[in-house]
């Protein structure tokens, strides 16, 4: 997950500082900062900025905030700002806005002194500047809340982590090992259009692997097997020559990204050809990759691969999924796939085991598998609407299932916050291809403001 770092900017009004009522300016400024130290606290870079009333103070510090590389500005009004001094600077900055709607005061009933009404009523100019960024498109978000009794923070700051992870899209590589599984449509994007729709560059092996592979020296094999027979439960017999090939295989794979800077790859199972470079499918390798933060996903899918390393660097805990099985009974989904899964995710140790591989001439790899962790998460997809690209962001419950009967599988048991029968014929009314990504302890709001952030509509099914 990538560090973020926000430009906070205190919009006032200059009326207040005209008629000499420093008392309130002198209250919010200590406020401000008590906000900008809670922001660091939780791990956010901040870019003070002095109080803003007027058109020049506004261009001076979005034009600091983006020289010193903010990924975002949030906004607190002080108190009524009018928004045609801020609204042209706002529109104009490729930044993304988040608006923070909070006051010191947090009783303000019949009781209240009304000698605070001019430290707290920022709300209207909240609603005075979102008016016209809705008018002029500018995409935006709000959290309102008291801080610090209620989260506004911390859901402010999950705006800040969409931010993050939309504004790591572009200028991305995402690299794909024997393309795009044959008759495979839903998720099939051409690299042009990747590149001019997402920025985003595909590069392609191009049998480099077999130059990578004859590099990779015998104590290296040996290290990363004796880690995996550290890390993992074996199950049933594994043969050592197959694990030190499938490990060769393994190290190749993480030497060629590392060699090209990729932030995602992908790989086609069905391609995998010792004349190329590989002669194992490198299922542990794509699993210990996305535990270290690199995006990935199946069947040279590199739209669904990059979308996941974006979540991944904007979010944190991400991993690429496929709905499996449906529990009509018990109302859950079951996820899984061939063999990767993000082991930083998994409920235990990972187990390991040689299997037969059938599904074409690469030889029998060893696996890790494991079951995904209990908890709350989103469930994402982006696919391709008549309109252009859209996404879609559910809320789940990813089962605690700690009884199941599935060792030696990829799986994970997730159920959508609404009837599952329901919840199928939902996202498939919607388009949604059957690759997605599952995004731990995260609200579907903050994958909509990502979205959105990339130009789409995202639909939240819930």
Not at 62 to 87: M, N, Q, R
Not at 155 to 161: E, K, L, N, Q, V
Not at 445 to 452: C, D, G, P, S, V
Request: charged content about 25%; proline content about 5%.
């Amino acid at each position: 997950m990538k560090t973020a770092k926000i430009g906070f900017l205190p919009l006032y009004i200059k009326l207040y500082d005209d008629c000499g009522l420093q008392d309130i300016r002198d209250r919010t400024e200590a406020f401000y900062e008590k906000m900008a130290q809670g922001f660091e606290a939780k791990g956010i870079e901040v870019i003070r900025s002095p109080f803003c009333c007027v058109k020049p103070e506004f261009e001076a510090a979005v034009a600091k905030f983006e020289a010193e590389g903010a990924d975002c500005i949030v906004t607190w009004h002080a108190a009524y700002s009018p928004s045609l001094e801020s609204y042209e600077t706002l529109v104009k900055t490729k930044l993304p806005i988040i608006v923070m709607d909070t006051t010191d005061t947090y009783d303000f009933g019949p009781a209240a002194s009304p000698a605070h009404v001019n430290m707290c009523h920022g709300i209207h100019g909240v609603m005075d500047m979102t008016s016209l960024l809705k008018r002029y498109g500018k995409p935006y978000e709000i959290a309102a809340g008291h801080y610090p009794i209620s989260d506004v923070m911390d859901r402010t700051i999950g705006y800040i982590r969409a931010a993050v992870g939309a504004n790591s899209l572009a200028g991305t590589k995402v690299g794909t090992i024997g393309g795009s599984f044959d008759g495979m449509g839903d998720f099939l994007v051409s690299d042009e259009e990747m590149k001019e729709r997402f920025g985003v560059e595909v590069v392609y092996d191009n049998k480099k692997l077999i130059d990578i592979k004859a590099s990779i020296t015998d104590a290296e094999v040996r290290a990363e097997m004796a880690k995996d027979l550290e890390e993992c439960d074996i199950i049933g017999d594994l043969p050592e020559d197959s694990h030190y090939r499938t490990t060769i295989n393994c190290l190749a794979v993480r030497k060629w990204i590392e060699t090209e800077g990729l932030d995602a790859f992908t790989v086609n199972f069905r391609k995998i050809i010792p004349e190329d470079g590989l002669e194992i499918m490198p299922f542990m390798e794509a699993c210990k990759a996305m535990a270290r933060g690199t995006g990935y996903a199946g069947e040279g899918d590199v739209l669904t691969a990059a979308i996941t390393g974006a979540l991944m660097r904007g979010f944190g805990d991400t991993a690429f999924v496929e709905i499996f099985c449906p529990d009509w009974r018990g109302g859950s989904l079951m996820l899984s796939h061939m063999g990767e899964y993000n082991r930083a995710l998994g409920a235990g140790k990972p187990e390991i085991k040689e299997i037969p591989f059938t599904f074409g001439d690469a030889a029998d790899p060893v696996v890790t598998y494991g079951r995904y962790k209990g908890g709350e998460a989103v469930f994402v997809n982006i696919f391709r609407a008549p309109e252009g690209f859209k996404m879609v962001a559910a809320p789940v419950t990813m089962l605690d299932a700690a009884e199941d009967c599935f060792t030696g599988v990829v799986r994970g048991f997730m159920k959508p916050h609404m009837p599952v029968e329901d919840f199928l014929e939902a996202i498939s009314r919607e388009g949604v291809t059957h690759h997605s990504s599952l995004v731990y302890g995260r609200r579907p709001e903050e994958i909509r403001f990502f979205a959105n952030l990339l130009g789409m509509d995202c639909v939240i099914v819930d």
